[in-house]
């Protein structure tokens, strides 16, 4: 049999095969786009805000549904709206402690050299918004969301950086994207802390078993990933008992992913040459063995990391993230006030993402090569750097996770949202004008 007869399964009909081959053509290339998780967060955006405003009652009704289960005597039942932000966007985190994992080991954040300057990015990112919304706002109703601005929703900001194409030079993408992973980190920092209610002890210790299981499993060489599920959900709960955001254990768990591979792309080679010359084709029980120590050197010839940052981004960004704005996005505009407190909690998040962040990102980055404690390459423009502040003020996901810790349901959270939104879109459009006005061609002066 020659290769081009294996070309389809066995079992095919063609007719059926050609006609779903038209369907997911078009949606497979538009998966392919990098920016394509940014046109379906805008897309779950736009219909949460229809939804909410047309039809209020049946989107309030939707998230306020109860969801749980009972086990005799024992029940636990919540809110779908609490399922998403609590449960699903735990997943969300997760890989965020995975890409912080990575960065760490092998990344941009690997060195001090190399996390200079997206780390001098980062912090000037985070203080000089929250610095802007204080400002503004301490001693008001609304003083409880000085973090809101600080963070930076990646997805849209790589979003705008691929639409704008070859006039973004590839070392500003990698900035943006360290800059986002320390972003994420002092994000995280600052809902455990700041964000949190009182601790109970007794979750800590859950935590702590938890956090135990893994290690255990982890020392006894198990790498099957299903299995990490059961002490996972038992940091998730004790991270809930205690008061701190069970998003927290998601990060945590992350972290704690075996950044090393066991076999590598060599021992997978050699591994996998090893067996196919020992192949008995005829013998069908040496066969699957063979098999199924080929697959096992080929799921690690990457480290559990990568893998599962490779498996679950694509959930994330087309599933987690999306429904996460769904049903958090859903501004009730009759609900959002721009008098008293409410003006100057709008304002001051507008203003933070809009005017802090490119301000904070740009000033740092470019105050920190200019003395000496970072370094920029020749692409790394201010012009460029200044773009990446720009983008970097989207703040979305994140700055609505924020929103959702630091008010309860009502008139203020609904202006908070209301000025991300507004905050985020101004920042995407000046960002993309930007850019196009400025980034013609690849610019040589560092000093332009």
């Not at 609490?82 to 890409?99: A, K, P, Q, S």
């Not at 997805?155 to 639409?163: N, S």
């Not at 067996?275 to 990457?302: H, T, W």
């Not at 809009?354 to 980055?365: N, T």
């Amino acid at each position: 049999m020659s290769l081009s007869d294996n070309t389809h399964p066995p079992g095919t009909w063609a007719p059926v095969r050609r006609a779903a081959a038209r369907i997911a053509s078009p949606i497979q290339r538009i998966l392919a786009i990098e920016a394509a998780s940014g046109i379906v967060l805008l897309v779950a955006t736009v219909i949460a805000l229809t939804w909410a405003n047309l039809w209020t009652g049946s989107y309030h009704d939707l998230w306020h549904t109860p969801m749980g289960g009972r086990l005799g005597p024992w029940s636990f039942e919540q809110p779908l709206h609490f399922w998403v932000n609590d449960g699903l966007m735990t997943i969300f985190f997760f890989v965020v402690g995975l890409e912080i994992r990575r960065e760490i080991f092998e990344g941009e954040l690997a060195t001090l050299r190399k996390a200079a300057l997206p780390l001098a990015a980062a912090v000037g990112g985070m203080l000089i918004p929250a610095g802007i919304f204080v400002a503004m706002n301490y001693g008001r109703a609304g003083s409880a969301g000085w973090a809101v601005p600080m963070a930076t929703d990646i997805a849209f900001a790589v979003g705008v950086l691929t639409l704008l194409g070859s006039r973004v030079a590839p070392p500003l993408r990698v900035l943006l994207l360290a800059l986002a992973v320390i972003d994420d980190i002092g994000a995280i920092v600052v809902i455990a802390i700041f964000y949190s209610t009182g601790i109970a002890l007794e979750g800590l210790a859950i935590v702590g078993a938890g956090i135990g299981g893994v290690l255990m499993l982890r020392a006894a060489g198990v790498r099957t990933v299903l299995i990490y599920v059961i002490p996972g959900l038992v940091v998730w709960a004790g991270f809930l008992v205690t008061g701190i955001h069970p998003t927290i254990g998601g990060v945590i768990l992350g972290m704690l992913a075996p950044v090393r591979p066991w076999f590598g792309p060599s021992g997978f080679a050699a591994a996998t040459q090893e067996q196919l010359a020992g192949l008995e084709p005829n013998d069908r029980g040496a066969l699957l063995v063979s098999l199924d120590l080929i697959e096992q050197a080929r799921r690690e010839a990457i480290s559990p990391v990568e893998r599962l940052i490779h498996s679950l981004h694509p959930w994330v960004a087309f599933v987690v993230m999306p429904v996460f704005a769904l049903a958090n996005a859903g501004v009730v505009l009759g609900g959002a006030s721009l008098s008293g407190d409410s003006f100057w909690l709008f304002a001051g998040i507008v203003a933070g993402l809009a005017l802090g962040k490119p301000l904070g990102i740009a000033a740092a980055a470019l105050g920190a090569s200019k003395v000496g404690i970072a370094t920029r390459s020749s692409d790394m423009t201010r012009r460029g750097i200044l773009l990446v502040g720009l983008v970097g003020g989207i703040g979305f996901t994140m700055s609505l996770f924020i929103a959702q810790l630091a008010f309860p349901p009502g008139p203020l959270l609904d202006t908070a949202k209301l000025a991300i939104l507004v905050g985020s879109g101004v920042a995407i459009v000046v960002g993309l004008v930007f850019g196009l006005a400025t980034n013609h061609k690849p610019d040589r002066d560092v000093s332009a």
